[in-house]
């Protein structure tokens, strides 16, 4: 073992070419360790060219139904076989497995077993593989050497169907160079341009996107306020809500866009919403808006509240309720002194979760599983 910089690979189960949580604090988490000084390489699958030169790509993936959704896993033996050579070709100090148990990369890597392991896990609500194949996945939980859960609530999923110790560790964001609030000019600034709200996910029900563009839509028809809302992502819903609502004075579909776009449309939203129904384990969409000094709103939920305190660092409302979600839009585009107290409350939230202090804790558990083995 290095005794100084590290040796990882980290594994994700779904396509790094394809926006999602999980595969964003993956790669947010690599930068982090890199720039740290450990050494990173980050092996999934990949749906085009990989999104960074220290990615491994293990083949395309397949669109799999889990947790309400559809993942971009790779359970084909044919990835299997690029996991097991890009393993046996490089010597890695430690393994680090995010969703250890979803088929694919991370199962194989489990199943292989020849570092020590730590492992992330990242789903919440209810897991139906876990339901399944408890009697063929619980020997494998038993070679992990550390368990780590983003959550309480993906704590408690896990825990029920393979018991056993997990600490809780966040999801990290990225962090401006420079995180500093705004001022009360700026923020006026905010005020006397075109108000808009920005949507980040997938377009599926359980996204809850219907209910903010039934918002914007009570806004506009009942109360006469004018605003612009902006729809990043696209999903099995697309193609209905855009015929639904497809005035372009007040919906702007983007589709798919790059990280950098992403992060632009957040600092120059009125508001991020978040307008989800359920099935959220941390929701760290809410803390990069917080870090780019946008004021959230978000829905009452387990998941968001892990991340957001309603009146402190967000504005939470009651999931599915389009018109409590009108409500706090035009509270926040009116109020410009509570807009000021959630964006400074926010920027706090964003720091306490950052991403270097969360590759700090990492690389402690990655030493502790190391000095285990000596």
Request: glycine share 6%; proline share 7%; net charge neutral.
């Amino acid at each position: 073992m290095n005794t100084d910089g590290l040796r990882i690979a980290m594994f994700c189960p779904y396509s790094l070419s394809i926006p999602g949580g999980v595969q964003t604090q993956v790669l947010g988490l690599a930068h982090a360790l890199r720039r740290s000084g450990h050494e990173v390489r980050v092996l999934g699958p990949c749906d085009g060219p990989p999104p960074a030169s220290f990615v491994t790509p293990l083949g395309d993936s397949l669109p799999t139904a889990a947790n309400g959704s559809v993942a971009p896993l790779a359970p084909d033996p044919s990835a299997a076989m690029r996991t097991i050579r890009a393993l046996r070709d490089e010597q890695f100090d430690v393994w680090h497995l995010h969703e250890p148990l979803a088929p694919g990369p991370t199962l194989t890597a489990l199943t292989l077993r020849s570092r020590p392991i730590v492992a992330t896990f990242h789903a919440a609500g209810r897991s139906s593989s876990y339901r399944f194949l408890k009697p063929v996945l619980k020997p494998l939980t038993k070679r992990i050497d550390h368990r780590v859960a983003v959550s309480n609530d993906a704590k408690m999923l896990v825990e029920r169907h393979f018991p056993g110790e997990y600490e809780v560790l966040f999801n990290g964001v990225e962090l401006p160079d420079t995180l500093d609030s705004p001022s009360s000019n700026e923020a006026s600034a905010i005020a006397t341009s075109d108000p808009s709200v920005l949507f980040v996910g997938r377009h599926e029900e359980r996204k809850g996107l219907s209910t903010l563009l039934e918002a914007v839509e009570l806004l506009f028809r009942e109360r006469n306020i004018r605003i612009v809302c902006h729809i990043i992502g696209q999903g099995p819903d697309t193609d209905r809500l855009r015929q639904r609502f497809a005035d372009v004075d007040r919906y702007r579909w983007h589709g798919q866009v790059t990280e950098s776009e992403k992060m632009q449309r957040l600092r120059d939203a009125t508001a991020f919403v978040a307008p989800a129904l359920r099935g959220e384990s941390f929701g760290v969409v809410l803390l990069e808006a917080m870090a780019a000094s946008t004021p959230v709103i978000a829905s009452d939920i387990a998941g968001y509240r892990n991340v957001a305190t309603n009146g402190v660092d967000a504005v939470l409302v009651q999931p599915g309720d389009s018109h409590d979600m009108a409500d706090a839009i035009q509270r926040l585009i009116a109020d410009n002194e509570l807009r000021m107290k959630l964006i400074n409350g926010g920027l706090q939230r964003a720091s306490s979760m950052s991403m270097e202090r969360l590759a700090s804790l990492y690389v402690d558990r990655y030493r502790q599983v190391l000095n285990s083995q000596t």
